[in-house]
Nanobody, 117 residues
Framework: QVQLVESGGGLVQPGGSLRLSCAAS????????MTWYRQAPGSERELVAY????????NYADSVKGRFTISRDNAKNTVYLQMNSLKLEDTAVYYC??????????WGQGTQVTVSS
């Protein structure tokens, strides 16, 4: 059974940091590129960060460049999103997404990140 389980969300003040984790199971993790998406209320889901299957390539939305860092540990079947200098507009549900050729893709259930003073 395929599972992507996000954790690490919560309430943080502007300027603060959070680290999201996404634990994968049920598929061959190191064959999948991983991404983080987010969706704010009333908005479409948007791509935040991407990392290739072996971690050699990353990419970010312009809105988070220099503040967020995506990484992965293929030995632990886990992908991370380190979020620093958080802003009010970063408030959203953050989703972990895995995809490979086919295409074959899987989604996590999401974790809420709220940035508020």
């Amino acid at each position: 059974q395929v599972q992507l389980v996000e954790s690490g969300g919560g309430l943080v003040q502007p300027g603060g940091s959070l680290r999201l984790s996404c634990a994968a199971s049920g598929f061959t993790f190191n064959l999948y590129a991983m991404t983080w998406y987010r969706q704010a209320p009333g908005s479409e889901r948007e791509l935040v960060a991407y990392i290739s299957s072996v971690g050699g390539s990353t990419n970010y939305a312009d809105s988070v460049k220099g503040r967020f860092t995506i990484s992965r540990d293929n030995a632990k079947n886990t992908v991370y999103l380190q979020m620093n200098s958080l802003k009010l507009e970063d408030t959203a549900v953050y989703y972990c997404h895995a995809y490979t050729r086919g295409p074959v893709d899987y989604w996590g259930q999401g974790t809420q990140v709220t940035v508020s003073s």
